[in-house]
C-alpha cells in the first residue's frame, strides 16, 4: 500500500469522519483513502472557504476538524482560514501536499507557512514512520492545536507497510491544585457582586458554572465566541465586551470580582480594560498555564480545568452560613427584574433610521430575529455591520453561535455558516455577512447550494467597506477607495441557485417568512440596503487595538 492510502485510512481509523478540501494531485489519494475508510468529503471552492468551514465544523462538533489541501497554491490559499484557526485555538488537522523538491514551481516552505500563522508544523517523515507521524499530527490536533501535516509527494507515493493503529491518548481534564481551590472559596466567600466571565474553554460546562455560580451568587456572561452558553438562565447579561448591553456593562462595572472561566480575557471582552472595575478582584481559570494573564494581570490565576475547578470549588463552598453575604451576592430582585427587562439588545430603545429605500440595520435584525426559527446556527463575517446580527440574533446554545474573528478577516462568516451547518443539520444556519465580506467568499454560494443546505444568507448591505467610511469618514479623508456602486446581490445569489430577496424596507421580508414556511427547497439570500449614517460604537472600540 502507498502512504498516501495508509495516511487516509489511517486517519479514518482514528475517527476522522468528516474532511473539508480543494482536491489537486497532491492530495487526491489521501483524500480518497479518508473517503474509502469511511469519511464524508466536502468539497469547497476555494481553500480559504475549505480551511474555515473545516475551522467552523470543529468548533461546532468539539471534535477536532480535518482540510485537505493541494501543494504551493492550495495551501497558501488557505493560509487566513489557518492563521484564523490557530489564534482560536481551533483543533485542526491541515493534510498538505508538498513538494519537496526546490526547483518545483509548486515548492513552498510549508513548515515556514504554518510557524509563520503559528500552526504547528509536522511531517511524514519517511514511509516507515508516516503513520506515527499523521497518528503525532492528529493528537497533537486534539490538544487544541492547529496542526499543517505536510505530505511531501515523495513519501506519499512510497509504499508502505500500514500497521494496525494505535490507540489516541486523549488530552484529559487537569485537576485544579488544592491551594488555588480554598484561595478561589475564599474570594467567591468575600464577594459581594461576583460576575463570572465564561470563554471557549468553558463550553459544555454549563451545569457546573451556573451550579457554582448559584452557590456564590454570581451573574453571568461570556466572551463573544461563547455566546449561548447561559441562555435561559435569568442571571445571563449575555455578552461582554463591545457587544454588552448598557445594563450588562454597567453590572459588570460595578462588581468586586469576577471570574473568567476559559476566557482570555482579551480587549475586546473587557472593552480594553475598561469594563473591568480597577477595584474589583480578578481571577482566570484555563487549563492552560499560559493562558493566564496574557492580556492582564491578574489577582489569582488557577491553572486547571474550567469543570473541574467549578466543581471543587461549589462543593468546598458548601452552604454558606446564613446571613453572610455570599449566599445571595449579586443575585437580588431587583437585578433579576432589571435583566428581565433590559437584558437583550432588542429592550434597549432607538430611533428607527429606515426610509429612502434603506433599513435600519437594527430595524432588520430584530424582525428576523422573530421570523428565524429559535434552533439556529449564527455565523457572523466582520465589518461595521457585525454587532447587529451578534447583539439582536438570540441563539439557541454556544454552539449556536460561530465566530470566527480572531484574525479580524473579513470575508469568512459564509465558509463559517457552511462548516457549522455541515456539522449541525438540525438547525438552521444564518450566514450574516458585509456586502464586501459577502464578495470576497462569493464562491462558496456555490458550495451551499450544492450541498443543499438550507441556509439564509443575509447581506447587509451598504455598498460600501462600512468600517473604513466610518473609521476615516469623521476626518475628512477622501473614501472613494472604500465605496461601490450598488451590486444586485440577490441576483447573483439566483445565479447561484439560491432564492433572492432585496429587502429597502421592513415589510419587504414578507418572501422571507413564505420561504421560512417551507418547503425551503433552496436556500435563501437576502440583500438588505441597509442605512450608512454612521458606524458603530463597537467598532470603535476595537480600531483601538489597530
Ligand atoms: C481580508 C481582509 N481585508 C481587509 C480587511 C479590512 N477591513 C475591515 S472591515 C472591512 C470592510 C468590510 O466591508 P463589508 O463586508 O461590506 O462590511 P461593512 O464594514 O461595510 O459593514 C475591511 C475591508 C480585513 N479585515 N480583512
Ligand atoms: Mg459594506
Same mark, same amino acid.
Given at each position: 500500500m502507498r502512504v498516501a492510502e495508509a495516511v487516509g485510512r489511517g486517519l479514518a481509523g482514528l475517527g476522522v469522519n468528516t474532511v473539508f478540501g480543494v482536491v489537486g494531485s497532491g492530495n487526491f489519494h489521501v483524500t480518497n483513502a479518508l473517503v474509502a475508510g469511511g469519511a464524508r468529503f466536502v468539497a469547497a471552492r476555494h481553500e480559504g472557504g475549505a480551511a474555515v468551514m473545516a475551522d467552523a465544523w470543529a468548533r461546532t462538533t468539539g471534535s477536532p476538524g480535518v482540510l485537505t489541501v493541494h501543494q504551493g497554491p492550495g495551501l497558501t490559499n488557505a493560509m487566513t482560514g489557518i492563521a484564523e484557526a490557530a489564534k482560536s485555538r481551533t483543533p485542526l488537522l491541515v493534510l498538505a501536499a508538498e513538494a519537496p523538491e526546490i526547483r518545483s514551481n509548486f515548492h513552498v516552505d510549508v513548515a515556514g507557512l504554518a510557524a509563520a500563522v503559528g500552526a504547528v508544523p509536522e511531517r511524514l517523515y519517511s514511509p516507515a514512520s508516516a503513520l506515527a507521524d499523521a497518528h503525532r499530527a492528529y493528537a497533537t490536533a486534539l490538544g487544541r492545536r492547529t496542526v499543517v501535516l505536510a505530505l511531501p509527494l515523495n513519501v506519499q507515493g512510497s509504499a508502505c507497510e500500514p500497521g494496525p493503529v494505535p490507540a489516541l491518548r486523549r488530552a484529559y481534564p487537569t485537576a485544579p491544585a488544592a491551594e488555588a481551590v480554598i484561595a478561589l472559596t475564599e474570594v467567591l466567600r468575600g464577594a459581594r457582586r461576583p460576575v463570572f466571565i465564561a470563554g471557549r474553554g468553558a463550553r459544555g460546562r454549563t451545569a457546573e458554572l451556573e451550579r457554582l455560580a448559584g452557590a456564590c451568587g454570581a451573574l453571568l456572561a461570556t466572551s463573544a465566541v461563547a455566546k449561548g452558553l447561559f441562555r435561559g438562565s435569568p442571571w445571563n447579561l449575555d455578552v461582554s465586551g463591545g457587544f454588552a448591553t448598557p445594563l450588562a456593562a454597567e453590572l459588570i462595572g460595578d462588581a468586586d470580582v469576577i471570574v473568567g472561566w476559559g476566557c482570555s480575557l482579551n480587549m475586546w471582552t473587557t472593552r480594553h480594560g475598561k469594563l473591568i472595575p480597577p477595584r474589583a478582584t480578578l481571577v482566570q481559570v484555563d487549563d492552560d498555564p499560559a493562558a493566564i494573564g496574557r492580556h492582564r494581570p491578574v489577582h489569582l490565576g488557577v491553572p486547571g480545568d474550567v469543570a473541574e475547578t467549578a466543581r471543587a470549588v461549589a462543593d468546598a463552598l458548601g452552604?454558606?452560613?446564613? #446571613?453572610?453575604? #455570599?449566599?445571595t451576592g449579586y443575585r437580588s430582585a431587583e437585578v433579576r427584574d432589571r435583566i428581565a427587562g433590559q437584558g437583550r439588545w432588542r429592550d434597549v430603545a432607538y430611533k428607527d433610521e429606515s426610509g429612502g429605500g434603506r433599513i435600519d440595520p437594527r430595524t432588520l435584525s430584530i424582525t428576523l430575529d422573530d421570523l428565524l426559527p429559535a434552533e439556529r446556527t449564527v455565523a457572523v463575517d466582520s465589518g461595521?455591520?457585525?454587532?447587529y446580527p451578534s447583539m439582536f440574533l438570540s441563539v439557541p446554545d454556544e454552539a449556536g453561535f460561530c465566530f470566527t474573528q480572531a484574525f479580524q478577516s473579513i470575508g469568512l462568516g459564509l465558509a463559517t455558516a457552511i462548516g457549522a451547518a455541515v456539522a449541525r443539520p438540525d438547525r438552521l444556519a444564518v450566514a450574516a455577512l458585509g456586502d464586501g465580506g459577502a464578495l470576497m467568499g462569493v464562491s462558496e454560494l456555490e458550495t451551499v447550494a450544492r450541498l443543499g443546505l438550507p441556509m439564509v444568507v443575509v447581506v447587509y448591505d451598504d455598498e460600501a467597506y462600512g468600517a473604513e467610511v466610518h473609521h476615516f469618514g469623521p476626518d475628512g479623508d477622501p473614501l472613494e477607495v472604500v465605496r461601490f456602486p450598488p451590486t444586485d446581490i440577490a441576483a447573483i445569489g439566483r445565479g447561484f441557485g439560491f432564492d433572492g430577496v432585496t429587502v429597502?424596507?421592513?415589510?419587504?421580508?414578507?418572501p422571507v417568512r413564505d420561504w421560512l414556511d417551507g418547503p425551503r427547497e433552496r436556500p435563501l439570500l437576502i440583500d438588505a440596503k441597509v442605512t450608512a449614517g454612521h458606524g458603530s460604537w463597537w467598532l470603535e472600540e476595537a480600531f483601538r487595538g489597530h
Open positions: 452552604k454558606p452560613p446564613s #446571613g453572610t453575604p #455570599g449566599a461595521n455591520f457585525m454587532g429597502r424596507d421592513p415589510a419587504d421580508l414578507a
